[in-house]
């Protein structure tokens, strides 16, 4: 499986506007919507606060991989998004979020949402490729440095 897989280019935000958890879930919820019609904005945001009351899910180094399933849909579905300003996300680490990769998994897909889980995890756990997307310029080379990184696994 590669990222690349579910997550599309128009689905890379490069300047999250968003200063809050709920309104940064609510921002790449939004974007989700307006790529995927049958999706609901409020429902995608509500399924993700849901699992945020379990835990954060932001897992430190200024990364957040919030997830969650929902019935009806075919596959996975992604969004990602850079802060330049950074998130009070609740990380583990008690620092501020900047990179955000949302996932949603049909309901019943147990081990296709873990594996992209730990294939996300991975990727984003290395400290060089964390700072080349940070710095990198617009969706276009967000979703280039991701594809590529994801490749080499």
Request: hydrophobic share 45%; net charge neutral.
């Amino acid at each position: 499986m590669r990222i690349a897989e579910f997550l599309r280019e128009d689905l890379v935000f490069p300047d999250l506007a968003a200063s809050d958890k709920a309104g940064a879930l609510g921002e790449l919820c939004a974007g989700l919507a307006k790529a995927y019609p049958a999706l609901n904005t409020g429902r995608l945001t509500e399924v993700l606060l849901e699992r945020e009351k379990l835990g954060s899910t932001g897992i430190g180094e200024g990364v957040a991989i919030p997830h969650g399933k929902l019935p009806g849909i075919p596959g996975l579905i992604a969004a990602f998004a850079r802060s330049q300003r950074g998130v009070d996300f609740a990380s583990i680490d008690g620092k501020p979020t900047f990179l955000f990769f949302v996932l949603f998994a049909p309901e019943n897909s147990a081990g296709l949402h873990l594996k992209a889980l730990a294939r996300i995890s991975r990727l984003f756990k290395q400290p060089q490729f964390r700072q080349s997307i940070q710095s990198a310029d617009g969706a276009p080379a967000i979703f280039r440095l991701i594809s590529e990184e994801d490749a080499k696994y």
